[in-house]
């Protein structure tokens, strides 16, 4: 038991400085695709992003508290959704005790404040908790195909 602790630990410190020295990835395309699938944008290539440190990880705004313009807890980011690339909505729950009676509204991206401050992000919408109570519910179960 302990080998493998040991192992675990050397390498993730090989794993590690590995990463550490070297601050750029590069990823090439494949030369010839891996399959026959035929896309529905054709023969398009696919690119390659670096993200940079101003970009967000969504699942990082998952579970965030939303405030209001006074700075009081309004509600909770509980997903996003993309439609055609772009981000076109984001879920917040309100209302309810510990999950239970709980709705979910979908808030315009535009209408949302973001920053992140001490090492969380903090998002501010210009509404009451009245307003998002008395806004357009989503219900999942309308929007799941699997």
Partial sequence: MKRLALI????????GSAFAQSPKI???????PASEVKLPN???VVRYVTPTETD?????LIDTKVLNKQDQAIGQIKDIIIRQNN????????????????RYVVVDPSTIYMRH???AWKVVVNVTKEG????????YEEHKKL
């Fill in 8 to 15: 675990t630990v050397l390498a993730a410190t090989i794993a």
């Fill in 26 to 32: 590069t990823i090439e395309a494949p030369k010839e």
């Fill in 42 to 44: 054709g023969d398009v």
């Fill in 56 to 60: 967000f990880i969504a699942s990082s």
């Fill in 87 to 102: 981000v076109a909505g984001i879920v917040v729950g309100v209302g309810g005790f510990l999950g239970v009676g709980e």
């Fill in 117 to 119: 401050e001490n090492g």
């Fill in 132 to 139: 998002l109570m008395a806004a357009p519910e989503f219900k």
